[in-house]
């Protein structure tokens, strides 16, 4: 940042985790109705914080290199993912209980929407600008180089390693940015060689495209989530003041700041998100969810949610919409593997079809029994289908809570990162926060019927 900036000193995370928290409380606490629900979800936020710190000052790669601090770092890590689990199951209850609350009273931001839209804007431009001049996660790095291969019809020793590191389910989404990419440092390359120059040119190059790949995936991701959530506001709560009051305080959150580049977190959410936009056409929302269960499995998980509420109307053309798109990501599977063996090996990692491992975990589990997953796993199951007939009467509102319910759940079992994925969940438990009642937003109200519906029903109109 002190490139673009004079003298620009970037802020450590935990500084930030107090600045962001006083802002959070002057720009959102209701101090005139201090025990209000309001006051008590942004409480849960802000409790987030300090088991983050926690995660991230364990997960420093220089204090793992440093035997002297090794021990104590994962002991801070360790009650860090405790921290997170804890106030997880808060958000879960909270989730769980919002369909009961009828009662809705719009609460307004304490800054005025010019002053929120400023600020909303200037912390994305903070932000982006971080990961411009930031380094990427390994991780994706990882997945930008399996995309490359995967174009090429082959495979390489990260296929094997990410069954077991559950990275991103379908790497092919990162081959369209790293066209781009990849041309771009391909023709700057092509400049004469000076002296500082590395050895290989084309390892360089690679290596270049794949850290501007991740890059770009980061930030497409992250703004599509806070612009999705502006639309969502807008469109379909009739307020985009609140919009921009959920997407000013996902941006202030410590974990935005920290995880900005893992895309590995924000791609699924980005697709979730896309998928609540166009919840009024079936197919759009069934083609953004079959995507994102295809990037990381988890999503599948919201199926029995989003079908019953698609159940009165749209419920065959938001299910044609899922298989399409998975079909389509199992097509590209085919046409890029070189063999069979590498094709099911594929298959497998985009749609988890393995049994649940216990060794070699990481995350919250590294310091448990893998074996406790199984109850966990079971019972995460159990709540995924229970979705399907509770509540009966479903809207927009209870896919929003329900999603966040879901997403939530699935910390508690997550083989690795378990507890800080949060932008699997954080989009639509703020939507859930901000949302004004919703209960007139039903499929059969705000669906409209197929045309082959339409054509029956204008024969029988003509009949009589």
Not at 150 to 159: F, G, I, N, V, Y
Not at 270 to 277: G, H, M, R, S
Not at 296 to 317: N, V
Request: charged share 15%; proline share 5%.
């Amino acid at each position: 940042m002190s490139e673009i900036l004079f003298q620009y000193e970037g802020v450590n995370p935990t500084s930030w985790a107090y600045l962001s928290s006083l802002l959070t409380i002057a720009l959102f606490f209701k101090f005139n109705r201090v025990f209000c629900v309001r006051n008590f979800d942004l409480l849960l936020l802000v409790l987030l914080a300090p088991g983050l710190l926690c995660v991230a000052y364990g997960s420093d790669p220089v204090a793992a290199s440093d035997p002297g601090i090794a021990e104590r770092a994962s002991i801070v890590a360790r009650v860090g993912y405790l921290w997170l689990m804890g106030v997880n199951v808060f958000l879960l209850a909270r989730m769980m209980l919002d369909s009961a609350m009828v009662r809705r009273p719009l609460l307004e931001p304490n800054l005025s929407f010019g002053g929120l839209t400023f600020l909303a804007a200037s912390l994305l431009l903070f932000l982006t600008t971080n990961v411009l001049t930031g380094s990427p996660a390994g991780s994706d790095l990882d997945a930008v180089q399996r995309a490359e291969y995967l174009s090429h019809r082959a495979t390489s020793d990260l296929e094997g390693a990410t069954l077991n590191t559950h990275g991103p389910g379908f790497p092919f989404l990162f081959l369209l940015p790293h066209i781009s990419t990849k041309s771009l440092i391909e023709a700057q390359d092509t400049a004469p060689a000076d002296a500082a120059r590395v050895e290989d040119p084309a390892d360089s190059g690679r290596l270049e495209a794949n850290a501007a790949t991740a890059r770009l995936m980061a930030i497409l991701c992250q703004s599509t989530i806070v612009i999705g959530i502006l639309l969502i506001a807008r469109q379909h709560f009739d307020n985009a003041v609140l919009g921009v009051a959920a997407s000013t305080l996902y941006l202030l959150l410590p974990y935005t700041a920290i995880w900005t580049g893992n895309v590995t977190h924000a791609l699924p959410g980005a697709l979730i998100v896309l998928a609540v936009l166009c919840y009024r056409r079936p197919i759009a929302s069934g083609v953004m969810i079959g995507l994102a269960c295809g990037t990381i499995y988890y999503p599948f998980a919201l199926l029995p949610l989003w079908i019953a509420f698609y159940w009165r109307r749209g419920a065959r053309r938001f299910v044609a919409g899922v298989v399409a798109a998975l079909l389509l990501l199992v097509a590209t599977l085919v046409f890029t593997s070189s063999d069979t063996a590498m094709l099911i090996a594929r298959l497998q990692q985009m749609l988890g079809l393995r049994m649940p491992i216990f060794e070699g975990l990481s995350g919250v589990w590294a310091f448990w029994n893998g074996w406790y997953r199984v109850p966990l796993i079971v019972t995460f199951a159990g709540l995924s289908l229970s979705f399907a007939i509770w509540p009966a009467q479903k809207n927009l509102a209870t896919l929003l809570s329900g999603t966040a319910t879901l997403m939530v759940g699935v910390q508690f079992w997550h083989a690795h990162s378990g507890g800080i994925a949060l932008a699997w969940y954080l989009p639509f438990l703020l939507l859930t926060v901000f949302r004004p009642n919703l209960e007139d937003r039903v499929a059969r109200e705000v669906v409209a019927p197929s045309r082959w519906a339409r054509s029956r029903h204008d024969e029988a109109t003509a009949a009589l």
